[in-house]
Antibody, heavy 120, light 109 residues
């Protein structure tokens, strides 16, 4: 049974960057599409982007294009989401979630979430 | 890509049924049979309960069912139980994108 374990909470200043990790256990990173979804406090879910690690080019939601980069490290079986030029409105819980393909919108396994707080 | 439209809230008494709609466009729900539904309890990660419009993952009770007509998908929860009180979100593939619904809070009266 594949599981996702994310890195811990972060507090960042406006204009800085954050890099959240997502460790895949019980499976191989490149076997899945790793998606990133964020949820601002009291708000809904928002898909940020997804990729098949080490294959092809990540897909990014238009609203995040240029500020988000998805990468992965084969040696640690971890996927990463780097988010740049942070603003206070980027304060949210960030989830990684697995889907089997890039087109099924079926996020069957989720990490526990990482709170990123952006404050001066 | 705009969020799919869901009613903000829905409610029912224990044992009753509640149906939640998820309205999109011909670019997402109306064009693909890749609609999923998620249940989220406070402070928890979302949980997949329906995928590909009407399929249930292993372990999800058959009280949860999904359907689609045109650009509107629906989730029905039958035989409401106290633990069904949660937020529910739909999602759809939208051509190299995925889009979520605005979310519906289900209250069990």
């Amino acid at each position: 049974q594949v599981q996702l374990v994310q890195s811990g909470a972060e507090v960042k200043k406006p204009g800085s960057s954050v890099k959240v990790s997502c460790k895949v256990s019980g499976g191989t990173l490149s076997s899945y599409v790793i998606n990133w979804v964020r949820q601002a406090p009291g708000q809904g879910l928002e898909w940020m982007g997804g990729s098949i690690p080490f294959f092809g080019t990540p897909n990014y939601a238009q609203s995040f294009h240029g500020r988000v980069t998805l990468t992965a490290d084969r040696s640690t079986n971890r996927a990463y989401m780097e988010f740049r030029s942070l603003r206070s409105e980027d304060t949210a819980v960030y989830y990684c979630a697995i889907s089997n393909t890039e087109y099924d919108s079926c996020f069957h396994t989720w990490g526990q979430g990482t709170l990123v707080a952006v404050s001066s | 890509q705009s969020a799919l439209t869901q009613p903000p809230s829905a409610s029912g008494s224990p044992g009753q049924s509640v149906t939640i709609s998820c309205t999109g466009t011909s670019s997402d729900v109306g064009n693909y049979n890749y609609v999923s539904w998620y249940q989220q309890h406070p402070g928890k990660a979302p949980k997949l309960i329906i995928y590909e419009v009407n399929k249930r993952p292993s372990g999800v009770p058959d009280r949860f069912s999904g359907s689609k007509s045109g650009s509107t998908a629906s989730l029905t929860v039958s035989g409401l139980q106290a633990d069904d009180e949660a937020d529910y979100y739909c999602s759809s593939y939208a051509g190299r994108n995925n889009v979520f619904g605005t979310g519906t809070k289900v209250t069990v009266l």
